[in-house]
């Protein structure tokens, strides 16, 4: 060791008499003074350092690589050394490589060495424990990948020594991940990390339980979450961004903005616009730089800078969105849009205002520090509280008409969702929110939503409009539900209009010029969501809220992007710490899992209602579907044609049951396999109850396998309401998109619905809708019963508010009701 005591003109603990003694370790490489940390420079290790390096250089010498004369190196030593010559060098090749090798190096790590998506059982489970695992670690290729050049040997890498290229240990099929030649970890861990992630658990919390749990110390927690994202970038996600039920082209999203999920980033770093940009960004080359980015950090050394980082800019920034849901490769991105005009020189002396404090001044309701800021923009700072808030709105909003001023949302996410819940594009912004986010995703699609829901769908409908004057996006009536009348108006207002969208439900027959894939219709429209459509001003606003739409009302879930939001928050404590390039990988990451969860969940489902045999596929729509039918066991060819050649009818069909858990009988598995085969007309009628109401295959197409839509269900009724008249039953259905309009907030009367004889039927039925399932309430007036069928609540009346409306609807029948809970066979009276 070598002690130097260096000057200190200030008097303190560690310098009492005017100086500092620094010490250095030669054997361990490490520094010491009283006045730093280990691993913290200060001014005196910085003097000890340059006084000995002037002194006794010898001291920082390696020994093997130093010392040692040039006759002592052989060939073989410099053929398994780490070091690698470069073609006409005489001096070693240094790993990591230079700025070029690390960028040979990163693109062959990212075509070569990545990751499946799902990862085989066996190398995760079988990486638990170190006696499962190899102890040689070296890479195995052989040969050079470039030139074919052999390849020498080393400890920790090998090169080509015709090319150059360098490779080093990444063979995950050993159930290890090597992030940086230092750290390595088991696919057993990464796969606890990301379930960590995804129950909204850092990385380093998730650590701190195995530290705790196991009694030893890790390396640090950073280093651990790069080499986590290390493995997360280098596997073959495809990040689809689609949803099961909704297909590649869902025909209803919803919008908004995630304000609390953001990234440190000062403003003054952004550059300025190029000249020529035209607000397009390659997509694929922008997310590839970032996964480059977060690759490349597992091969460089202590503070070398990353020649792959991405700086965010207006140029040089672009969403996500899925490559079967967008047009292309080259997407919109249009922020350079909001930036205000420069001002004049001596208007920026005066105004040293910057636009994030003026934005966190409109949060921040203090009356002094209101009216301080005031004075900083050159306002009147006269005034109460409110007049001094409208100020700074009107100056916010001469710089920016669309910006949310009584927000900072600086670097927020936009995303774009199905009503499912799943995701389907996200946007990271680098300026405040405004319509102008939403407009660059949903042009950049393949093919325009027919509904679009946001929170301010007005400002939506007219910037995009104006983004494309000649196709206009948003029609007719500008994306509202019809036309802005007087008398539509006051039918609105009053609660009394409905508007019916029926290919939301049923593909039109015959579709309209540039039509949605899915619904068939060229309109668009754009609606409020329940929490913002009272919020508006302006009256005809009235006519962009969902309640007006029948096939909308009680169905769509305008709230699924709080409700993801709400799971988000539970991040940010660990995502807003992170870079800009980091942060977005990170989130896209997250948000890919949790949409495979969905999906995965959507399909289990489907997969109990069909059986584990069935093969389950998605279609040219994206959409799931029963992949074959020719795996179902038939009795005979012959009995298959006959039973499955007719058309169901009144007049051919009987009523039979089947119990929930007991399987499909053979002639219900061949109908079903009929029913839903692909290979077959979609336009053929399957189901008739007179010549003009027949239900086509394509109906039932339409439909998941734990879904059923009231169109269908209003004719299955109503050739059950046949076939009991057959028996001598008189049956009477109510209409299925009827009964739910009784509920609020709608309240209609359902008298109109009921006929006059309504005492005489033997049974009425009325088919009810609540939380994502059916429920069917059966009336017998003449034994004053009433039977609910509820499988989601076998023992009990779950849904009070049903039960009010069909006891007291009644009245003009003056009977005394009683109610009977049904599920199966098991029944109790109250």
Known sequence: QVFLSIYEPKVSYHSRLGRVIAAYDSKKKSWHCPCAKARQSCLHKAIAKWHLFKTDRQLFMNAERDVRPDSAVSHQDTQE??????????????????????????????????????????????????????????????????????????????ACPDCGLMYRYQEWSDGIHNFNDHILITLHLCIILRTSLQTHHSVSRAIEVLEQTENKTFPKKATILHAYMHFEALTSHNYSYICFKCGYHPPVVVMDLHRKGVFN??????????????????????????????????????????????VPSYNYWAPWIGPKIRKGDTVLNTEHEKCHAPRQATEMADLQMTEERLQDALINLRVDMVR?????????????????????????????????????????????????????????????????????????????????????????????????????????????????????????????????????????????????????????YTLYDVFHERNTKDANDALRR????????????????????????????????????????????????????????????????????????????????????????????ETTQSVLGLTTSQTDEQASRRIWDVDYLPAQQNLLAYVLDKAKDPNEHLLQLSPTQTLKR?????????????????????????????????????????????????????????????????????PSWESGHWILCILKLKSREIFFFDSMNPNYFGQGRYIHIFRFSFEDCTFLVLMICSHTNNMHVF
């Open 546 to 637: 969902i309640a007006l739409v029948l096939e909308l009302a009680g169905w769509v879930n305008s709230q699924c992007t709080e409700q993801l939001f709400s799971d988000m928050r539970k991040n940010n404590y660990f995502l807003n710490t992170l870079t800009p390039s980091e942060h977005i990988f990170m989130m896209r990451n997250i948000l890919h899992h949790y949409n495979t969860k969905c999906n995965n969940k959507t399909k289990t489902s489907i997969q109990k209602v069909v059986g584990k045999d069935v093969q389950l596929q998605l279609d040219h729509n994206g959409q799931i579907v029963i992949g074959t039918a020719a795996h179902i066991a038939t009795e005979r060819d």
């Open 265 to 310: 980033m000062p403003v003054s770093e952004m550059e300025a616009v190029p000249a020529h940009f035209d607000g397009t960004v390659d997509i694929r080359r922008f997310w590839d730089s970032v996964t480059s980015e977060i690759i490349c950090s597992g091969l460089l050394t202590s503070g070398r800078k990353n020649p792959f980082v991405v």
């Open 372 to 524: 301080k800021l005031c004075k900083q923009c050159g306002l009147d700072s006269k005034g109460s509280k409110m007049d001094l808030i409208l100020r700074l709105r009107e100056e916010m909003k001469n710089r920016s008409s669309y910006d949310k001023i009584f927000e900072k949302v600086w670097g927020a996410s936009a995303v774009v969702m199905c009503p499912c819940g799943v995701v389907y594009s996200i946007k990271f912004n680098l300026r405040a929110e405004s319509p102008r986010d939403y407009a660059d995703m949903l042009l950049s699609w393949k093919h325009f939503p027919n509904i679009a829901i946001y929170d301010f769908a007005r400002g939506l409908a007219t910037h995009t409009n104006l983004r494309d004057p000649e196709n206009l996006p948003f029609s007719p009536h500008e994306g509202r539900l019809a036309e802005a009348t007087a008398d539509y108006l006051q039918l609105a207002a009053e609660g009394r209009l409905k508007v019916s969208l029926p290919w939301l439900k049923t593909k039109k027959t015959e579709t309209d010029a540039n039509g949605h894939p899915i619904t068939g219709s060229s309109d668009h």
């Open 81 to 158: 050394s780490v070091c690698k010559a470069k073609p006409g060098e005489d001096a070693g090749q240094a790993y990591p490589p230079d700025d070029t090798g690390l960028r040979r190096m990163v693109h062959y790590l990212m075509q070569k060495k990545g990751l499946p998506a799902q990862l085989p059982q066996h190398l995760v489970t079988g990486s638990r424990s170190l006696q499962d695992l190899p102890r040689q670690l070296m890479s195995k290729e052989t040969s050079c990948v470039e030139c074919a050049g052999h390849l020498s040997f080393s400890t920790y890498c090998r």
């Open 698 to 766: 394509s109906d039932f197409w339409s439909l998941a396998f734990d879904e059923l839509e009231a169109m269908i269900a209003n004719q299955c009724f109503q050739l059950i309401a046949a076939l009991a008249a057959s028996q001598g039953k008189d049956v009477f259905a109510v209409n299925s998109y009827v009964v739910l309009t009784w509920l609020p907030p709608f309240d209609n009367d359902p008298r109109p619905a009921i006929p006059d004889d309504a005492s005489t039927k033997d049974f009425i039925l009325l």
